[in-house]
């Protein structure tokens, strides 16, 4: 059989070192079909001036770590020439460019770099997904992959080995430069999970394993529980994953638990792993003889300290029980807003706030840390709104406090309500929801919403007495600076020391 080798690169936010089990599985596939697969991964070069952990902890979210207690920093190499020289070096038959919106502009340029290799070019991810018409102009792009790649990718390497016609490969979109034409074809049913392989971490710097958690830096490996999500939050891209795959019956599927944690047991074995981070959108949205039936197996064969997400509603003191007694260590709840009405009307979560009071109080008692998540920045939210979030989350009383800003990715419909509105444009990439707006609105300008973003843990922690004092740091001149300053070095003493 004719060799074939494909270098996938995963263009990736600087130092964000969790390992994306997507990847992993896309490599499990390709190599069980005699494919060899390089990685080209950007996460250790210098492509940004701060880091998403860097910029959460400065928000006073995330106790400060710093990589280079391990010695881990960025490449001194140049990520262009870097790219230059492995696909030299490797001489791949194909090339494939998995980014997200933020890191789009980025991948543009690597196979830019790289375009006068010949080689041809297929880019899959959310942004591809959802913007394939913006992605397949690009003249360093062949090919699109929208939606689910691990079979459509498989199936486009075997054709090409063999010379066959690729221009009919379901889920991918074909430029055929010689005969001018575009081929768009449609996107298969998804695929089972049950038939997918394990992931494949031998294609990653060993470096991938150390992520930041709960202030610690440890190995931890990443696994997916489910794929997809049983909401359809119009903030979320799973709302554009469900109506893309709306005739197939929907994009949501639940792994078996068993396959899952026999997985886990034996990459802790051979990783040396010390965390488990489960990719799961809403952990406790399943059947509560699943959640037991995972906490006697991962008990048994895995005894880590794990991390979950959950929805208010799913949070039940039953379901808290089993997930102290399977060894959770951290739970993220979706807050997201305090005020109903946006939250009914505009996020499509009908949950009212005493559903989310009794979820935070019932884990206040498990021992496990416990973080509310809470987004600010959506169209129509108003300073008021955002202290409505602000109120709730101090009768919440989370150990952790986290605010992202709302960025309109291509797949949430949101993103349609922003782009009517004219607050972002067809082709505007939406920033690093750790790291600044992406809209100026009417009612909420940007510079009004980065001086909330920075003080909201602190609205939330201190005495409303001191709001007036706390509001002066929302500023950004010296005076606000050093306001915010002082009552940073106060909350990382109080509350994160």
């Known amino acids: 059989m004719k060799d074939f080798k ?68 960025p490449e001194a ?29 980025l991948g543009f340029k690597l196979l830019e770099a790289i375009q006068d290799s010949g080689v041809p070019t297929i880019v899959g991810g959310p942004y591809a997904t959802f913007a394939p018409e913006i992605v397949i102009k690009h003249p360093a792009v062949d090919m699109v992959c929208v939606g689910e790649g691990e079979t459509p990718l498989t199936e486009l390497c075997r054709k090409m080995r063999a010379s066959e016609n690729i221009n009919g490969i379901a889920n991918l979109w074909v430029k055929d430069k010689t005969a001018g034409k575009l081929y768009k074809n449609p996107v298969r049913p998804p ?17 991938r394993f150390w992520k930041p958690m709960g202030g610690k830096i440890s190995v931890t490996g990443t696994f997916e529980m489910n794929r997809g999500c049983p909401y359809t939050c119009t903030f979320c891209i799973n709302s554009g994953f469900d109506k893309l795959y709306g005739e197939h019956g929907g994009y949501y599927r639940e792994q078996d638990v068993d396959r899952l944690v026999d997985e886990m047991a034996q990459k802790k074995e051979q990783f040396n792993l010390v965390y488990v981070y489960l990719v799961a959108e809403s952990f406790l949205t399943t059947t509560k003889a699943r959640i037991l039936r995972f906490g006697e197996l991962f008990n048994e064969k895995v005894g880590l300290p794990f991390w979950v997400e959950a929805r208010p509603e799913s949070i039940t003191p039953d379901k808290v ?39 935070f109080d019932l884990l206040r008692d498990s021992d496990i840390r416990v973080s509310a998540n809470n987004i600010v920045g959506f169209p129509y939210e108003t300073r008021e709104m955002i202290f409505d979030t602000i109120r709730l989350d101090r009768r919440l009383d989370p150990d952790g ?15 349609e309500v922003c782009e009517l509105e004219g607050y972002v444009q067809d082709e505007q990439i939406a920033m690093d929801y750790r790291l600044g707006p992406s809209m100026d609105m009417p009612q909420m300008s940007a510079d ?22 706390i509001r002066q740091a929302e500023s950004f001149t010296p005076e606000g600076n050093e306001a915010f300053r002082k009552y940073s070095e106060r909350y990382v003493a109080e509350f994160m020391s």
């Open 6 to 73: 494909v270098l996938l690169i995963n263009c990736n936010t600087m130092l964000d070192t969790l390992v994306t089990a997507g990847i992993g599985i896309l490599a499990a596939c390709l190599r069980d079909n005699d494919v060899d697969v390089k990685l080209f991964d950007t996460t250790f070069y210098r492509t940004a001036d701060i880091t998403g952990d860097e910029a959460r902890a400065a928000a006073l979210q995330v106790k400060k770590t710093d990589f280079k207690d391990l010695g881990i920093e």
């Open 77 to 105: 190499e140049d990520v262009f020439d870097a790219i230059r020289r492995v696909t030299a070096e490797y001489k791949p038959d194909l090339i494939g460019l998995s980014s997200i919106e933020v890191t789009q502009p």
């Open 191 to 207: 695929i089972s999970l049950d038939g997918l392989p394990d992931q494949d971490w031998s294609i990653y710097d060993e470096r």
């Open 321 to 359: 029980g089993m997930l102290k007694d399977a060894g959770c260590e951290g739970i993220s709840v979706g807050v997201e807003s305090g005020n109903f009405d946006l939250r009914k009307n505009v996020l499509g979560r009908e949950i009212k706030d005493e559903t989310i009071v009794r979820a």
């Open 401 to 415: 406090v986290m605010v992202s800003y709302f960025s309109p990715y291509k797949g949430c419909s949101l993103r």
């Open 448 to 469: 009004a919403l980065r001086g909330l973003h920075r003080t909201f843990p602190l609205y939330v922690k201190f005495p409303e007495g001191e709001w007036d004092e």
